[in-house]
Each structure stands twice: as structure tokens, then as C-alpha cells.
């Protein structure tokens, strides 16, 4: 069952709410519990006069949400770009010299610094899908693949001091054909939407976390892979990434909401798997809720030429 919270407009808001009483968001969430129920089968399979948003945005503003995301802290990850980008059977690829660093350097002593991850901009808020939600392949990509994920929920408060709101299961959409031609390509294939949801988990831990992703063709399963995540799996701790994501001024706005993807373990895309109109991917971490399902729209026809207007 789903609960109506009262005096609750969203978790931006009872996230804010919560830093100003000086209380967690979990017990906060119970106090404001009312005895008014939705049925949640309805809503998760999309019967229902409710409808599923994204787990956490901002309600009013897009541009005040950030969503980013830190790559090649999986060695499957690592992997697959190093397949993607080598030069020679001997030689490492930036992607996995980075990704060694990591393994080295990612872990570091409580109150040091580690070494800095990979890092991405995927766009504003108004690029986070629903679950049920079509992730759209738009017609200048070159592909459109799943990427399995757990996302961190973040929101700095009025002083600019950040907090953590949760983890939330995620599909980090991304046009890997575009990427693997040149690894300079990276920034404008991570500009594509995503999905998060269709729960948003907190109070929990990021320690080792097991899933599944799954593409679905016409009714049938296509491929299905077990997945980890989690510190445990990982070659950075969740502070070093927090740290290299905070640590710019510019992501400790007053008031402005985060999304941060923390990586991928696999992907259809690295088994050769190119996604097909009307493909339903889901993506499923235990302990996270249930599968965030969302189907692939490919968008048919030719490039628009983008002008500019003088003013």
C-alpha cells in the first residue's frame, strides 16, 4: 500500500522540511503518515487514476536539479570501455588507467581525500523519466542502451551544506555507438534522458548491493544478466565520490536537488545487444523496491538542422 502523507507536497519538500526540524527524512515521513491508502498495484503497473513520478526532482524548477553521474567505478565498466577504445592487444586505454586509480587511490583513510573519479553531466531534471515512462532515442543518436544503476539522492541545504536524501534504482540511458567511436564522444552520449524510481529507498546503506537488468522483446526475455553494486563492488567509497562531486561550488547551490548515477556492472550494449523500438528494459537492485520498467522509443526520420537567431 502507498500512504498519504499530510502537509506533503513532495520528498524535495519533506527533504527541506527535515533539515529545517533537524530530524531524518525517515522519521519525519512517519510522522506526517495519514490513514489514507492507495492501492500500489495499480499505480506500479499504470491502471490507476494515480500515476508514478520520478522518485525525486525538484517539483518546481528543472533547472535547479542536477543530474550527473560517476563512471568506470565497475570493472565490467572498465572493461567495456577498454574493449571499446584499445589502441593494442598491450595497451590501456585511459578509461582503464582511470579505473586503476580508483582501485589504488579510491578508498582513501577517513578525513583524507581520495583519487578523483570519472565524471559526467547527463542534463537537468526535465530529462528524469518515470517508471512505465518510454526513454526516448531521438533522431541525431546513434543508439539508445540501458545502463543498470543505483542513483544517490541529494539536496543541499540552506547553508550549502549537503545531505543525502536516499538511493533510488536507475536506468542511466546513454548512446553507446556514439561513445565507442572516440571516447571524446563520452559528454554529448551521456545528453540523453533517464529513468529513476519507482521507490526511493532511505536510511539504507550502499554496502553490496545484488540485481538483475533484463531486456524484454515482444513479450519474451531477449537477455538477462545478474548485476552488483555497492562499496563492496566498487573501486571508490561512497564518500570519495561525494567528495569529487561536492567539492564544487557550483553543486552546493542553496536549496538545488541532486541525481548522481554511481556506475554500471553491465550493460546489453557490451554483449552486442542493440535495443529495438518498443524494447522494455528493466532494471531490478534488491532491497531497492520494485523493477523500474520503461520501454525504448527510436525516433524515425532525418536530423533538423538547429539555427540560431541574432538578436
Known amino acids: 500500500m502507498l500512504f498519504i502523507l499530510a502537509n506533503t507536497n513532495s520528498v524535495y519538500e519533506l527533504a527541506l522540511n527535515a533539515i529545517s526540524l533537524n530530524t531524518s527524512i525517515q522519521a519525519l515521513a512517519e510522522e506526517c503518515m495519514t490513514e489514507e491508502k492507495i492501492g500500489y ?3 506500479y503497473n499504470g491502471t490507476s487514476e494515480w500515476k508514478l513520478l520520478p522518485s525525486f526532482d ?3 524548477n528543472p533547472f535547479a536539479c542536477l543530474v550527473s553521474g560517476t ?3 565497475h570493472k565490467n565498466s572498465a572493461l567495456n570501455r577498454q574493449m571499446m577504445h584499445k589502441a593494442g592487444a598491450d595497451t590501456l586505454t585511459d578509461s582503464m588507467k582511470i579505473y586503476q586509480w580508483g582501485l589504488e587511490g579510491g578508498r582513501p583513510e ?3 581525500i581520495g583519487v578523483q573519479p570519472e565524471w559526467f553531466y547527463k542534463g537537468p531534471g526535465s530529462i528524469l523519466k518515470a517508471h512505465n515512462e518510454t526513454l526516448e532515442c531521438p533522431v541525431y543518436a546513434e543508439d539508445g542502451g540501458e545502463e543498470p544503476e543505483v542513483a544517490g539522492v541529494y539536496i543541499i541545504g540552506p547553508d550549502g551544506q549537503p545531505f543525502l536524501v536516499g538511493f533510488t534504482t536507475g536506468n542511466e540511458f546513454s548512446d553507446h555507438v556514439m561513445e565507442k567511436k ?3 564522444y563520452l559528454a554529448p552520449s551521456k545528453l540523453r534522458n533517464c529513468a529513476i524510481g519507482p521507490e526511493l529507498v532511505v536510511g539504507g546503506t550502499f554496502n553490496d548491493i545484488e540485481g538483475s537488468v533484463e531486456i524484454i522483446r515482444e513479450k519474451k526475455s531477449l537477455w538477462l ?3 552488483k553494486t555497492g562499496e563492496n563492488n566498487m573501486a571508490h567509497s561512497l564518500h570519495n565520490l561525494e567528495h569529487h562531486h561536492f567539492k564544487y561550488a557550483a553543486h552546493r547551490i542553496p536549496l538545488q536537488a541532486h541525481v548522481h548515477f554511481l556506475g554500471a556492472d553491465a550493460f ?3 554483449k552486442g545487444i542493440a535495443l529495438q523500438n518498443g524494447d522494455t528494459m528493466r532494471v531490478f537492485w534488491k532491497g531497492l523496491g520494485r523493477p523500474l520498467q520503461n520501454k525504448v522509443s527510436i525516433e ?4 533538423v538542422l538547429t539555427t540560431v537567431k541574432t538578436l
Open 41 to 43: 498495484d495499480a499505480v
Open 58 to 60: 525538484h517539483p518546481s
Open 71 to 73: 563512471g568506470l567505478t
Open 110 to 112: 577517513t578525513g583524507r
Open 182 to 184: 572516440n571516447y571524446l
Open 225 to 227: 544478466q545478474d548485476i
Open 268 to 270: 546489453s550494449f557490451g
Open 300 to 303: 524515425s526520420g532525418a536530423a
